[in-house]
């Protein structure tokens, strides 16, 4: 099975920050890999999919890069409605998510 | 617009069952695969099922094989998911969701609890 590793667990940072998550998968996962956020007692929402692409609505200071092993999520300019934790998912094989990171208000 | 509510959820002693349903409007259900994913409180997500459009394929995680049946019946847009043998370490809020590009549709989540 291909186990996602977020790191870091946690993220404290400000408003206007640049923030980056970043994502390991045991194996390749080529560009399958998406970015969701999630907000406590909501639902999770779908930011980037094949690893770089935005989903519609989503704003652009999201972005995502990486292939094979290595990914990173993006964002350019923290926003207030950002703080959020933010998971990482791979859907090569089979389905597979990250443990999450928190990104909290330092 | 697009919409998936689950309903069923509720309490359920260990050994018990359930079933979820899921009900799509907004889109063409039959066109899509969906997904069950979990959480239980204050965890992350995890991936519980999926079966193909036409439901003929279904895959499980391991942790539920044997146990939980995934079903669908494209003429209602509706995804089912049967849970039997329930444990406590199946407490959780159940989605379902919708594979377009990636999961790119959620329903509201419904809350599993197993409990004496």
């Known amino acids: 099975d291909i186990q996602m590793t977020q790191s870091p667990f946690t993220l404290p940072a400000s408003v206007g920050d640049r923030v980056t998550i970043t994502c390991r998968a045991s194996?390749?996962?080529?560009?399958?890999l998406a970015w969701y956020q999630q907000k406590p007692g909501k639902v999770p929402k779908l930011l980037i999919y094949?690893?770089?692409n935005l989903q519609s609505g989503v704003p652009a200071r999201f972005s995502g890069s990486g292939y094979g092993t290595e990914f990173t999520l993006t964002i350019s300019s923290l926003q207030p409605d950002d703080f959020a934790t933010y998971y990482c998912?791979?859907?090569?094989?089979?389905?597979?998510f990250g443990q999450g990171t928190k990104l909290e208000i330092k | 617009e697009v919409q998936l509510v689950e309903s069923g959820g509720g309490l359920v002693q260990p050994g018990g069952s359930l079933r979820l349903s899921c009900a799509g409007s907004?889109?063409?259900?039959?066109?899509?695969?969906m997904h069950w994913v979990r959480q239980a409180p204050g965890e992350g997500l995890v991936w519980v099922s999926r079966?193909?459009?036409?439901?003929?394929?279904?895959m499980y995680a391991d942790f539920v094989k044997g146990r939980f049946t995934i079903s669908r019946d494209n003429a209602k847009s509706t995804l089912y998911l049967q849970m039997n043998s329930l444990r406590a370490g199946d407490t959780a809020v159940y989605y379902c969701?919708?594979?377009?590009?990636?999961?790119?549709?959620w329903g509201q989540g419904t809350l599993i609890t197993v409990s004496p």
């Open positions: 969701a919708r594979y377009g590009i990636a999961f790119d549709s």
């Open positions: 194996q390749t996962v080529g560009n399958w």
């Open positions: 907004g889109f063409t259900f039959s066109d899509h695969w």
């Open positions: 998912q791979q859907y090569n094989e089979y389905y597979t």
């Open positions: 079966i193909s459009s036409d439901g003929t394929n279904t």
């Open positions: 094949k690893a770089s």
